[in-house]
């Protein structure tokens, strides 16, 4: 009788979940063609005894796998630049992968995966379940974050940047202009860079001995509708902010967006600091001020570390964060004479 110390067969596996061999293969290779219950309960087996893998090892396809919370704007065409720089050098191919704004795979986007076999999967401002990390790990898919939403699990690589040192810069420009009203549109709370970038702000504040005001601190999602909201609402209070820092691009369109819409002019009126230093940023009128987050190279970290992976070499360092850096354009200025 197999003790739980000891790993399974295909065969064992079968008889304890009182399915067919065929069956527990399919779920053990990533087949789509078994009942949700069913897969449930043969890989609870596994978690609970392990898999005895038969020393055929199938061989993984030329392709690493990216996946993004959502395709949306300039964002994931640089983090793809950087990734397809380094997979041409590997003649691998690239696949790309859509979340649909949501930050968490689905299980039938995993089941894909598990059919492909890809090199590897990076994973952008998103995340895998615990029991998904596992199906990768028992199929030996290596998997990295890139720009992770949320504090990465244990032994799992990443790539991220200096969201905190961002932050900090950001304030710290506007404090030397001369502006002490400075909001802030945050994204949202459960973003690990978010809630970075909002802590270099209120330090920057604290050092200047400026009180942080609750109701210059909006919230927002990372998106223009959401920078536009926040900024419309903060623009309206009576003592309304002379400089505004949206914690990435998107936003801060929103906020030249409810300038336009207020009669304000930029910088003129109100000064505004994005987050990212996007492409198109240096064509706004006027061209944004920003913190440029290293997208194309952070990308770049991230596959080269999942081929080290791939080829079974171990990481110097299992989190890489790049430096930001604050890019001064047209968007700032110091604050209107009262």
């Not at 492909?116 to 994973?123: E, K, Q, W």
Request: hydrophobic fraction near 40%.
């Amino acid at each position: 009788m197999t003790t739980e110390s000891s790993p399974l067969t295909i065969a064992q596996l079968a008889e304890l979940a009182g399915v067919s061999t065929a069956t527990v293969s399919k779920v053990v290779n990533g087949r789509s063609e078994v009942s949700s219950e069913t897969r449930a309960a043969v890989e609870e087996l596994i978690r609970l005894h392990g898999y005895r893998r038969q020393r055929r090892r199938s061989t993984p396809t030329a392709l690493v796998e990216l996946v993004f919370h959502a395709l949306e704007g300039d964002y994931p065409v640089e983090i793809t630049k950087g990734v397809a720089q380094v997979a041409r050098e590997h003649d691998l191919t690239v696949g790309i992968s859509d979340l649909h704004r949501d930050h968490t795979a689905a299980d039938a986007w995993i089941d894909g995966v598990l059919r492909r076999r890809p090199s590897g999967v990076i994973a952008v401002f998103s995340g895998l379940t615990e029991a998904q990390h596992e199906q990768l790990t028992r199929r030996e898919i290596p998997l990295v974050l890139l720009d992770p939403a949320d504090a990465p699990g244990k032994n799992v690589p990443s790539v991220g940047a200096g969201n905190w040192n961002g932050g900090l810069t950001a304030t710290r420009h506007l404090l030397e202009l001369g502006h002490r009203r400075i909001a802030i549109i945050t994204g949202p709370d459960s973003a690990l860079s978010s809630r970075a970038r909002l802590d270099g702000y209120r330090t920057a504040l604290d050092m200047a001995g400026v009180p942080a005001d609750p109701e210059l601190i909006g919230r927002g999602d990372f998106l223009i509708e959401g920078g536009l909201a926040a900024a419309h609402r903060m623009l309206c209070l009576p003592d309304r902010p002379t400089a505004i820092f949206a914690t990435n691009d998107g936003q801060a369109i929103g906020v030249y967006h409810a300038a336009h819409r207020l009669g304000l002019r930029i910088p003129d009126d109100l000064s505004v600091v994005g987050f990212d230093d996007l492409p198109s940023m240096r064509w706004a009128i006027p061209p944004l001020t920003t913190v440029r987050q290293p997208l194309s190279q952070m990308a770049a970290a991230a596959t080269r570390m999942l081929l080290q992976l791939a080829n079974g070499e171990e990481l110097a360092q299992s989190r890489i964060e790049l430096a930001t850096e604050l890019v001064v354009r047209d968007s700032t200025a110091p604050p209107p004479l009262s």
